[in-house]
């Protein structure tokens, strides 16, 4: 086995709007994967199991205009069930601990500084079985900066932490009462001042659908969906912290830190992005080569990915280059297995981001002590049979 660039496709350098329209139009990009040729033949996971929600990413069917996923292809996760929004009657309110609160329309978000980003948008659950494996798209938001509007009303120093409520509502029982809620994530001072976090209200170029959040949803690149507040209606500036399901009791990670003999149990809020890889799919070409293709994400930026066939040594993975994605977005990999012998194979990625994270195994500590399924970054083996 070798593993070794591929015939480097043209670079073109095209704006993320083009880009957009490019995937509108069906045209290629520079990015992606490459389109496998007639009489190639996709090779199934033996180990891959049924879509368990429905409506996820396909891995297997990406094609090479696919570094933005086109929305139509991208998961929903709605917890309260889908809010409908009606545009004339909504306004997103700035209230509680700020000197000028605010009360703003769509069309007067719209005038504000427009920005867009390039980001991967992963539910904290993704990963965690081999039916749950296409809750993750790579999306390009526009909206306006938050930080440009938390500082326009004026954070009182009182505050610790800004709560993003959305218009869905459901009720919830609390120790045995039952209580309406809205759905809600928190985001601290510092956190929510970071200059890349949108007020986001087009999606790929287009206003986000109903089931995205329309009219507005929080952007923010490098964490988990969950912080992602869809139909938002409401940030609220807090001296206290927010307590409610999604911030203290769904979506918190319960793990193990061995200290000597010790385990240390501790709970955390899940937050940004775990380094991340997995092998989208394996093509065998008509010379009897094998195209392994993959993607990589984590909360900053990709360093490089590697690839393991059976008990074989760790290979270098060629990744697109560097400069075209950008932080906050997945990096697309290949590999190809020049003399593949028949029979079972088991084959596995690993990524490390620049940061020096390293994607652990299955049985790493950092895995085998997470006793909750968010989160799950392991590395994950398919099986096939050539
Ligand atoms: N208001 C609201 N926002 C929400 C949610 C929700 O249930 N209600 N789900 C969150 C979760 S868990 C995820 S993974 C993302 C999913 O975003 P999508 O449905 O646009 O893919 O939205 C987040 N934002
Ligand atoms: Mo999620």
Redo the contacts with the bound molecule.
């Keep these: 086995m070798n593993c070794q660039p591929m015939t480097r496709r043209q670079i073109v350098r095209i704006s993320v709007g083009a880009m957009a329209a490019a995937i509108a139009s069906g045209a290629a990009t520079a990015f992606g994967f490459a389109e496998p040729a007639d009489g190639d033949e996709l090779i199934p996971f033996l180990n891959r199991q049924p879509d368990t929600r429905g409506g996820q990413l396909q891995w297997e069917k990406l094609s090479p205009d696919q570094w933005l996923t086109p929305t139509r292809t991208?998961?929903?996760?709605?917890?309260?069930g889908v809010?409908k929004v009606d545009e004339a009657g909504w306004k997103l309110n700035v209230s509680g601990l700020v000197d000028k609160p605010l009360s703003l329309t769509l069309d007067e978000i719209r005038k504000r500084p427009r920005r867009q980003a390039t980001a991967t948008?992963?539910?904290?659950?993704?990963g965690n079985n081999a039916g749950f494996m296409g809750?993750v798209?790579n999306c390009t938001w526009t909206g306006t900066p938050l930080a440009l509007l938390l500082k326009e009303c004026g954070i009182k120093p009182s505050a610790i932490e800004a709560a993003f409520w959305?218009?869905?509502r459901k009720v919830e029982k609390i120790r045995n009462m039952d209580f309406e809620q809205?759905?809600?994530?928190t985001l601290s001072i510092p956190e929510a001042m970071r200059p890349d976090i949108l007020l986001c209200y087009e999606?790929n170029g287009e206003p986000l659908t109903q089931?995205?959040?329309f009219p507005l949803?929080?952007v923010v690149p490098g964490w988990?969906?969950?912080?992602?507040?869809?139909?938002?209606q409401n940030i609220e500036l807090r001296d206290r912290r927010l307590m409610t399901k999604?911030i203290a009791r769904e979506?918190v990670t319960i793990y193990g830190e061995k200290q000597g003999e010790q385990v240390v149990w501790k709970e955390r809020s899940v937050g940004p992005l775990n380094v991340k890889s997995l092998v989208a799919r394996v093509i065998r070409r008509r010379d009897g080569s094998l195209l392994v293709n993959g993607a990589a994400w984590t909360q900053g930026r990709i360093r490089a990915v590697e690839l393991k066939i059976d008990d074989g040594p760790w290979l270098p993975a060629k990744l697109e280059p560097q400069e075209d994605h950008p932080e906050h977005t997945w990096a697309m990999w290949t590999c190809e297995w020049k003399d593949p012998r028949p029979g079972e194979h088991t084959i596995v990625s690993r990524a490390f981001d620049e940061q020096g994270r390293l994607q652990p195994a299955a049985d790493d500590p950092e895995i085998s002590l997470k006793k909750t399924y968010w989160e799950a970054n392991q590395q994950w083996p398919w099986k096939i049979r050539l």
Excluded: P, Q
């Excluded at 991208?74 to 309260?80: D, E, F, I, P």
């Excluded at 948008?121 to 993704?126: A, I, P, Q, S």
């Excluded at 809205?182 to 994530?185: G, H, I, P, Q, V």
């Design positions: 991208v998961y929903h996760v709605s917890h309260y809010a948008l992963e539910c904290g659950g993704n809750a798209g959305g218009a869905d809205n759905f809600a994530r999606m089931g995205h959040g949803r929080l988990y969906g969950i912080a992602w507040v869809k139909w938002l999604y979506y």
